[in-house]
């Protein structure tokens, strides 16, 4: 079975400041792909970003890239120059198979701070 | 706009009653999917159905049960045999086609009074 790992449970960073959240996963599948979700205090659950797993270069989307190792099976998100509007959980999910459906990670809570 | 509605936003059950959950999408999606959120955890799958007429059982389907009598919607039922319902949940779809994301609803939350 597949499995996603969020080691962090809550990280706090300044506005305009860096930060990167980290996320494993577990298969022995070859071709996958992998999200990262966004949960604001409204609980909608936004994409932020998708990579693909044979597509070597990583996805970016504005200020958001992510570091898709796949030997490491790690899928980091970075958020770069943060907002307060960025505070939210964000879940890490995998994507294996043709019916689409995700095993997602337990969420990092982020808060950014003025 | 295209999108998926899921209702009502907020819904209590007794004991012992059976309740559904509304989801409706007009994004002409193939795939549906239920998920269940409980606090500080992440999102559970409990039904999925990628064509009319069939569905699949999630990691936790017992205690749910579920219909897909047309392309649109996709309903939910918490049956009394969940003896732990409260919870936040979410119906999300997909053209169908491998490796898209998922489009989520703004979710119900499931009290039990």
């Known amino acids: 079975a597949q499995t996603v790992t969020q080691s962090q449970p809550e990280m706090s960073v300044q506005e305009a400041e860096t930060v990167t959240l980290s996320c494993t996963y577990d298969t022995s599948e070859s071709n996958y792909y992998l999200f990262w979700y966004k949960q604001p205090p409204s609980r909608q659950m936004i994409l932020v970003i998708r990579q693909e797993a044979y597509k070597q270069q990583n996805a970016t989307e504005n200020r958001f890239s992510v570091n898709f190792q796949k030997a490491a099976k790690s899928f980091s998100l970075k958020i770069s120059d943060s907002q307060l509007g960025d505070t939210a959980m964000y879940f890490c999910?995998?994507?294996?198979?043709?019916?689409?459906?995700?095993?997602f990670g337990a969420g990092t809570q982020v808060v950014v701070t003025p | 706009d295209g999108g998926i509605t899921q209702s009502p936003k907020y819904l209590f059950r007794k004991e012992g009653q059976n309740v559904t959950l509304s989801c409706e999408q007009n994004?002409?999606?193939?795939?549906m999917y239920w998920y269940r959120q409980d606090p500080g955890q992440g999102l559970r799958l409990i039904y999925y159905?990628?064509?009319?007429?069939?569905?699949q059982k999630g990691d936790i389907a017992e205690g749910y049960s579920v219909s897909r009598e047309k392309k649109e919607s996709f309903p939910l039922t918490v049956t009394s045999a969940q003896k732990n319902p409260t919870a936040f949940y979410l119906c999300?779809?997909?053209?169908?086609?491998?490796?898209?994301?998922?489009?989520f609803g703004d979710g119900t939350r499931l009290s039990i009074l």
């Open positions: 994004l002409n999606h193939d795939a």
């Open positions: 999300a779809s997909t053209p169908g086609v491998s490796g898209q994301p998922q489009h």
């Open positions: 159905s990628q064509i009319v007429n069939d569905f």
């Open positions: 999910a995998f994507m294996i198979d043709s019916w689409g459906k995700l095993q």
